[in-house]
């Protein structure tokens, strides 16, 4: 059974703070990670990738990808009440034959 | 625009009452799937296709069927639907790199 977990929430942040985002999967061949908000009642919107060990920016997001943990994170830096969403960890494993979803985490960002 | 366009938006059926949810789209993937989001349990894959006439199932596929007789449309089929198929559904496509762009979603109601 391939599994992806993700931090329990919900995670509140102050508004300006750092959220940081984990998730960890058990398939050790999984190639690709993902990063997806979903707002309430809409549909996921993929926003980061990541494929290679270490870290990738894209503005006030960066992806750390550390396989030999099998563990993925999401940062996002000075957090926006418009941050406020659910974000799912995705993982392809066996090169998009299966492609997991982990449980979601709730991000709450306070003014 | 590139983008995936599922119908209908919402549906309310009765028990056994044949139904289908189209998906279509327009960028070219080779891969698409289908979706469940239940409160939860998370996106749980339906079935996915890697391309035309080239189907298999994922974690939940019993009491659907999907069909991929050209690449950019994937139909999901619910030959006798029942009320634990009452969930919000997800059309899906990629390709070999990037992660799925998802539809806007099909709410399901079976009475």
């Known amino acids: 059974q391939k599994e992806v977990e993700q931090n329990s929430g919900p995670l509140s942040v102050p508004e300006g703070a750092i959220a940081s985002l984990n998730c960890t999967y058990s398939?050790?061949?999984?190639?690709?990670f993902f990063w997806y908000r979903q707002y309430s009642g809409k549909s996921p919107e993929l926003i980061m990738s990541i494929y290679s060990n270490g870290d990738k920016e894209d503005g006030r997001f960066t992806a750390q990808l550390n396989k030999a943990s099998q563990y993925v994170s999401l940062l996002i830096r000075d957090s926006q009440p418009s941050d406020s969403a659910t974000y799912l960890c995705a993982v392809d494993v066996n090169y998009g034959q299966n492609f997991v979803f982990g449980p979601g985490t709730r991000l709450s960002v306070l003014p | 625009e590139a983008q995936v366009t599922q119908n209908p938006r919402y549906l309310i059926t009765v028990t056994g009452k044949k139904l289908t949810v189209t998906c279509s789209q327009n960028?070219?993937?080779?891969?698409m799937s289908w979706y469940r989001q239940d409160p939860g349990l998370g996106l749980r894959q339906i079935y996915y296709s890697m391309n035309v006439e080239a189907t298999d199932k994922g974690d939940v596929p019993e009491g659907y069927k999907v069909s991929r007789k050209e690449k950019r449309n994937f139909p999901l089929i619910l030959e006798s639907p029942s009320p634990n198929q009452t969930s919000l559904y997800f059309c899906a496509s990629r390709d070999s790199i990037y992660g799925y762009t998802f539809g806007s979603g099909t709410r399901l109601t079976v009475v």
């Open positions: 960028m070219n993937h080779e891969y």
């Open positions: 398939d050790r061949v999984s190639q690709s």
